[in-house]
């Protein structure tokens, strides 16, 4: 089970907004910037957010991110059919056991 | 552009040890402000941290993996590696060398490693 919560899937038609939420506590995300992470099948991850709402030069605009408290969200606007993939989102966990923690994955289906 | 290789041992008996190396290139693991990670994802599953080492050579481990995970740097080769002792079928997974700042920035390819008798 993982430390940070994420829907297992999300889906949306083509040009649509998805959102995909990411709920923590305040050992990590309460504290702690978020990044998102974007999986295509049979690849590495990438990273699409960092530092929260930060999109890594190459990443469209049509990727945001927010965080409140101890949520965090990716928004992702004029779905294409690319776009389907995992999406992962991670920070760093203060608490005694101190580590990196990812959430479970969103499957997203256009 | 920074790139990062995984390298090693794919498929292991139960009890071995996983030795895996990830070579760096297009950039200096001794630059500061990063550490170099290993993240693993067993089949069909998300995302585990495993270990980092910073830059200045300090080491950070899951807890739930500590007692079996040694990490190590080769400066003069612009590498580093991870041991994983006394592996079982749930070790089998992808395993991603990458670079770790505020965030995971870049990522290997990824090499699988599978435990079966």
């Known amino acids: 089970q993982s430390v940070l919560t994420q829907p297992p899937s999300v889906s949306a038609a083509p040009g649509q907004k998805v959102t995909i939420s990411c709920s923590g506590s305040?050992?990590?995300?309460?504290?702690?910037?978020v990044a998102w992470y974007q999986q295509l099948p049979g690849t590495a991850p990438k990273v699409l957010i960092y530092?929260?709402?930060k999109r890594p030069s190459g990443i469209p605009d049509r990727f945001s991110g927010s965080k409140s408290g101890t949520s965090a969200t990716l928004d992702i606007t004029g779905l294409q059919t690319g776009d389907e993939a995992d999406y992962y989102c991670?920070?760093?966990?203060?608490?005694?056991?101190?580590?990196?923690?990812f959430g479970g994955g969103t499957k997203l289906t256009v | 552009q920074l790139q990062l290789q995984e390298s090693g041992s794919g498929l292991l008996k139960p009890s071995q040890t996983l030795s895996l190396t990830c070579a760096v290139s297009?950039?200096?693991?001794?630059?500061?402000?990063?550490?170099w990670t290993w993240i693993r994802q067993p089949p069909g599953k998300g995302l585990e941290w495993i270990a980092y080492?910073?830059?200045?050579?300090?080491?950070h481990y899951n807890p739930s993996l500590q007692s079996r995970v040694t990490l190590s740097i080769d400066r003069s080769k612009n590498q580093f590696s991870l041991q994983l002792s006394s592996v079982t079928a749930a070790d089998t997974a992808v395993y991603y060398c990458?670079?770790?700042?505020?965030?995971?920035?870049?990522w290997g390819q990824g090499t699988l490693v599978t435990v079966s008798s």
């Open positions: 990458a670079r770790l700042g505020n965030y995971v920035d870049n």
């Open positions: 305040s050992s990590n995300i309460g504290s702690n910037f």
């Open positions: 080492i910073h830059h200045t050579g300090t080491l």
């Open positions: 991670g920070t760093w966990d203060s608490s005694l056991s101190a580590s990196w923690v």
């Open positions: 530092d929260n709402d």
């Open positions: 297009g950039d200096s693991m001794s630059r500061g402000g990063y550490s």
